[in-house]
C-alpha cells in the first residue's frame, strides 16, 4: 500500500508516476525504442482514462470494478493508470451509468485502453520513422493514437473506430492531449476510406482474417500489423507486407495476445441447436479436450476448425463433456472420458468430421517438431487467406474463413 499525499496536486503527481512508469516498462525490456520511449513520456494516459473498470480479485465470474478519481482518489487512481493494465472502459457495446457506476458481472469488455506494453510492441513492429502515414483501427480511449501522433505528427494519423460515443470521447481526450488527428467512424473492417493509402496499418482489435480494405489502403510496400483471433481463442501478432496491392504475406510475431474482436465478428450468441445424445458416431481419440487450452495445439486446433466454438456440459450422470460446434456447417464434436476413466472418446456427426481435422492437423505439426506460433505466416490474397507453416509454398496451410462485411 503507499500512503496517500494529498499536498501533491494532479500535475505533481503525474510527473512522478509517469517516468517511474516509463522506467519500469524500460527495465522490463518493454520499452526499447527511444523514439517510442519519448511517446509514451510524453502522452498524458489520464487524459484518455479517467473512468474505467477493472477486474477484482473475487473467485469465481469475473468482477469488474468502477476505477476513477473521485471514487478512490487521485493517487491510487494516477498509479492504476500508469501501470501496465488493460483499462475498460465499457461492456457489451452499451455506455456505462457513470453517475452510480456499480460492480459488473457476466459481460463482455468491448473497449478499453490496451495494455501499454502490448501498445508499444505493436506500434513498434510497424517499423514507422518521423513522417510515417498510418492507419489504424480501434480507436478505443485514444491512448495509442495519441501516441502515434507524438511520434508521427498528428496530420500522419487517422484513426476509425466503430462506436461513436467511444469516438467522442477518445476525440475529446486527444484534443485534450493536444492532437487533432483524422478520426473516423465506422465498421474499420471496410477501411478508412482513405484518397492515398496509408504506409502503415495497425488494428488494436482482434480479426478473423486481414479485411482486404486494409491490404486495399496500405501501398505497396507498407506494412500491416494486427492481431488474428478465432471463437476458440487468440491466434498470434501478424506483421504483413503489401506486395503489390494484390497480396500481402508475412510471419506471426508474438504468439496470443488478448485482444477483443471486431464487433461485427463477434461468435453469434446462440450457439443453434444441440445434437441429441443419440446422434453421431463414437470412436476414442488420443487427443482431449485439454489441448483446445493449451498455446499452440490450441493455436493448431484454432486454425483447423476456424468456424468452431466450444463450451462444457456437465450430463445427467455428472460426467463433463466438452462440445464443439460448427453452426457453418453443423458438424459437432463431443469429447468425453472413456468408459475406463483414463482415455477420451468423441462422438462426432455432420458434414466435417471436427475432431479428426484437429487429428490430422496436430500430426503435421508433431512431425514438424511441434513449432510455436512464430513459424507461421500467412498470405492474404483477394479471395483466399491462408496460414501456413514454415514456406508459404510448401508447407502445410490452412485457410482461414471468409469474413462477410470485410
Ligand atoms: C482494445 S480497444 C482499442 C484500444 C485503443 N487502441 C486504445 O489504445 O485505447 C478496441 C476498439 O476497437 C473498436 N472496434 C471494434 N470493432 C471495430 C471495427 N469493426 N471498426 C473499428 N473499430 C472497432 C472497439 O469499439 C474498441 O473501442
Not at 312 to 320: E, F, I, L, R, S
Not at 340 to 358: F, I, Q
Request: some cysteine; glycine content about 10%.
Amino acid at each position: 500500500m503507499t500512503e496517500a499525499r494529498p499536498d501533491l496536486d494532479l500535475d505533481e503527481m503525474v510527473a512522478e508516476l509517469r517516468p517511474e512508469f516509463v522506467g519500469r516498462l524500460t527495465a522490463e525490456g518493454k520499452l526499447n525504442a527511444p523514439e517510442w520511449r519519448a511517446a509514451v513520456e510524453g502522452v498524458p494516459r489520464h487524459e484518455c482514462t479517467p473512468r474505467f473498470y477493472v477486474p477484482s480479485d473475487a473467485p469465481g465470474i469475473t468482477t469488474y470494478v468502477p476505477f476513477t478519481r473521485e471514487l478512490v482518489g487521485t493517487e491510487p487512481w494516477l498509479r492504476r493508470v500508469y501501470s501496465d493494465e488493460t483499462l475498460i472502459t465499457q461492456f457489451d457495446g452499451r455506455d456505462l451509468d457513470w453517475s452510480d457506476p456499480q460492480p459488473i458481472r457476466g459481460a463482455t469488455p468491448t473497449s478499453s485502453s490496451t495494455m501499454p506494453s502490448l501498445v508499444v510492441q505493436m506500434l513498434d513492429a510497424l517499423n514507422a520513422d518521423d513522417g510515417t502515414t498510418v492507419t489504424e483501427y480501434g480507436t478505443g480511449t485514444g491512448y495509442s493514437t495519441a501516441l502515434m501522433c507524438h511520434r508521427l505528427g498528428a496530420a500522419n494519423v487517422t484513426s476509425v473506430e466503430t462506436d461513436p460515443g467511444v469516438t467522442a470521447r477518445a476525440r475529446d481526450a486527444l484534443d485534450r492531449c493536444g492532437y487533432a488527428p483524422r478520426l473516423v467512424v465506422g465498421n474499420g473492417l471496410t477501411g478508412a476510406d482513405r484518397r492515398v493509402p496509408a504506409e502503415r496499418t495497425i488494428a488494436t482489435m482482434g480479426v478473423r482474417g486481414i479485411p482486404w480494405a486494409w491490404v486495399r489502403e496500405t501501398e505497396p510496400g507498407g506494412l500491416i500489423v494486427a492481431t488474428l483471433r478465432g471463437w476458440l481463442r487468440s491466434l498470434g501478432l501478424v506483421r504483413l507486407t503489401v506486395e503489390d496491392g494484390r497480396h500481402a504475406t508475412g510471419r506471426f510475431i508474438a504468439a496470443d495476445p488478448a485482444f477483443m474482436m471486431a464487433r461485427q465478428q463477434e461468435a453469434p450468441r446462440n450457439f443453434g441447436m444441440l445434437p441429441g445424445d443419440d446422434a453421431g458416431k463414437v470412436r476414442e481419440t488420443p487427443h482431449g479436450p485439454g489441448l483446445l487450452r493449451m498455446p499452440d495445439s490450441g493455436f493448431v486446433a484454432q486454425l483447423a476448425m476456424p468456424n468452431a466454438r466450444t463450451f462444457d456440459m456437465t450430463a445427467d450422470d455428472g460426467t463433463v463433456q466438452t462440445y464443439v460446434l460448427d453452426a457453418a456447417n453443423d458438424s459437432f464434436a463431443v469429447l468425453s472420458r472413456d468408459g475406463a476413466g483414463t482415455g477420451w472418446k468423441v462422438r462426432e456427426g455432420g458434414p466435417v468430421s471436427l475432431w479428426a481435422e484437429v487429428e490430422h492437423f496436430l500430426a503435421l505439426w508433431h512431425a514438424a517438431g511441434s513449432p510455436a506460433a512464430t513459424a507461421f505466416g500467412m498470405s492474404v490474397e483477394p479471395d483466399c487467406q491462408r496460414v501456413w507453416l514454415d514456406d508459404p509454398e510448401d508447407g502445410p496451410s490452412w485457410r482461414l474463413p471468409v469474413m462477410p462485411g470485410a
